[in-house]
């Protein structure tokens, strides 16, 4: 039995490590080569806000933004949530899943906030007018 609990403990770790390696190496800046906006969303997979957050991202039009979405287990997020709060200047406050913010490799991170701000944000902003009021 220890030994199970050691294995899923090794595996956890390596899933959050990955996860912040894939977050620091792929998604810092505001637009990747070609002038895309990079548009992150983390969360846990399950919750219904991350969904929401995940629909709007991956529905957004592929010439203009790039969407980099990461959906994780509970207890995975809850470590990866304290990750992103150090790192992405705004976030250190937000408690809940997702979070989203802008920014690709190596450039500015812009701090959006869960899927509600990011569905208004989206909305000011016009993209994918459609997409926003059917989750609004």
Known sequence: MR????????????????????????????????GKICVNVAGFSTCPYFQRAKSLAESLPAEKFSALVE?????????KKY???KRIPGAEQHQTSPMVWLGCAGQN????????????????????????????
């Open 83 to 85: 990750d992103l709060q």
């Open 109 to 136: 991170m812009q701090f959006i906030g869960g899927a509600s701000e990011f569905i208004d944000y989206a909305g000011q902003k016009g993209w994918s007018a459609g997409m926003v009021s059917e989750l609004n």
């Open 3 to 34: 030994l199970i609990f050691r294995v899923i403990s090794l595996v956890g770790i390596l899933f959050v490590l990955y996860g912040t390696y894939r977050s620091l190496y792929l998604s810092d800046s505001t637009r990747v080569d070609g």
């Open 71 to 79: 959906g994780l287990p509970r207890e995975i997020w809850n470590q």
